[in-house]
Structure formats: structure tokens, C-alpha cells
């Protein structure tokens, strides 16, 4: 692939507390593809190129969302993680809730144009007990207004990887220009614990047979 700034790059680097090194577009473009913290005071998102296609993807972090009860010690514990060797975020670890509810926003703009996009919850389970055979329910509402919802067990054997839970499929059409909202809810009779919550990606889906693109 030639290496070439991706769409919008400028506008969105506005906001990394990190220097980047455009003294060339090999060494801007290898430093996008590793990845970049934005709003690094509050450890708010990732922003990085898909080596690939030369795309924007992102990630909002546990930090970016709004998780019920998640200032609370009883309920979460917030816990550093190494991502890169120089990049360290925050990850949420359910202790125990009842009622669990996370929600986020996102601004579309800087997604790259007439793209279908996966949003996925990137999360792990260190326990998967019985608390986890009721199914969660997803919810996205898109500029466009469109809602879109599904339900999908969060029950997985313990792993080393995060899983990326994917929720919804979107075209990065004019008309989805805009903010977009997502949530989590189980509202079960048991408490739960043992969820890692990473954050909320948003990825170019790969698919050989798609016709869409810049």
C-alpha cells in the first residue's frame, strides 16, 4: 500500500496531547498505524489508521463512556493497562451490580466517508458464571435516526485476548454525519460481576466484496 495522511488526519490530531512526528509521511503514517491517545488528561479515546485500507478507527475508552455506578469502589475498580509499550489506559472491572448500564457517544466526522463501519464492545470476562446466561441488550441509534438493537450473551470462557462484541453495521453515508449514541443494559434479577470493559471500537468492516469506499 502507498503510504499516503489519511482523511480528516489534521482536525483529529488537534486534539492528541502526544507530539507526532510529521517530519515525513513515512514517519506521520507509522506513527498513526501504532496508534494515538486523544484527550490524554482524561484518557478519553484511540485513534489509529487501519494499515489496510487506510482508514480512521477509533476507540472510546472505558474512561470515554458512562458506566452506571462506575465512580462507586463497591461497584467498579478502574485499573491501569498496558496497551502499547508507550501507551497506558484505563480498563473498568465490574466487582458487582444488579443493573448494568454503559452508554457513549460518538461524533462521526472523522470516520472516513462512504465506509461500512462495525461499532463492537471490546471487553473480557474473568468469570463466566451463571450471572452471565441472561442476554444484554444493545442499543444504537445512528445521525440518520435510525435504531438499531440486539441481544447477545456476554458469557465467554476465560481469555488472554479482549473479544471485540459486535453490535451494529453502519454506512458512513452524508446522512450519518453526525453524533451517535450506543448502550449496554442487563437489568437481571442476580448481580454480576467478573466484566472488563476496554472501551467501544469503531473499524472499517474487511470484506473482499465490498463495493464502497473513498
Known sequence: ?????????????????????????????????????????????????????????????????????????????????????DMEVEVAVLRKVCWLQ?????????????????????????????QWDSPVTFTVTLPNGKKEECFKSLRREPQPRWEHIAICEFVMSPENVGELTFALNERGPYW???????????RPVRDPHETLGI
Open 1 to 85: 500500500m502507498s503510504r499516503r495522511p489519511p482523511h480528516n488526519f489534521v482536525a483529529i490530531l488537534e486534539d492528541a496531547d502526544e507530539s507526532i512526528d510529521s517530519s515525513s509521511k513515512e514517519k506521520l503514517c507509522e506513527q498513526l498505524y501504532d496508534g494515538v491517545l486523544l484527550n490524554n488528561k482524561k484518557k478519553a479515546s484511540i485513534y489509529w489508521v487501519d494499515k489496510e485500507s487506510n482508514k480512521n478507527c477509533f476507540m472510546l475508552l472505558a474512561r470515554g463512556l458512562s458506566i452506571c455506578w462506575g465512580e462507586n469502589n463497591d461497584y467498579w475498580e478502574w485499573i491501569a493497562f498496558q496497551e502499547t509499550s
Open 102 to 130: 454503559v452508554t457513549g457517544k460518538f461524533r462521526t466526522i472523522a470516520l472516513a466517508p462512504m465506509t461500512k463501519y462495525e461499532i463492537a464492545f471490546v471487553v473480557k470476562l474473568r468469570d463466566p458464571n451463571d
Open 192 to 202: 454480576k460481576s467478573g466484566l472488563v470493559i476496554k472501551g467501544v471500537s469503531f
